[in-house]
Nanobody, 118 residues
């Protein structure tokens, strides 16, 4: 069982920045993929960014060039640095961990609210 705790959300003006953190209860060396997803009111949850154990990253087109996902293995923490925020980035942001066993196991955090005012 992996527990994920997100932090760092809040209210920010358009053009501002926030850094989200996702702390895992276990060594992230054992986690194959970690990612950030978001869900805006009335919309489906969508992928924001992922990072695999080897360090390769992937981003949604809407955040490329503005958001950066990174991991600190020593702290068992994954970060999402968000710059140039717009009101369209307003959502609850969730951290996800995937362990590629048979069957694969997914774990989610409780989410952190990000609100960008215009």
């Amino acid at each position: 069982q992996v527990q994920l705790v997100e932090s760092g959300g809040g209210l920010v003006q358009a053009g501002g920045s926030l850094r989200l953190s996702c702390a895992a209860s276990t060594s992230i060396f054992s986690i194959n993929v970690m990612g950030w997803y978001r869900q805006a009111p009335g919309k489906q949850r969508e992928l924001v960014a992922t990072i695999i154990s080897g360090g390769t990253t992937n981003y949604a087109d809407s955040v490329k060039g503005r958001f950066t996902i990174s991991r600190d293995n020593a702290k068992n923490t994954v970060y999402l640095q968000m710059n140039s925020l717009t009101p369209e980035d307003t959502a609850v942001y969730y951290c996800k961990a995937v362990i590629l066993l048979l069957p694969p196991r997914d774990y989610w955090g409780q989410g952190t609210q990000v609100t960008v005012s215009s």
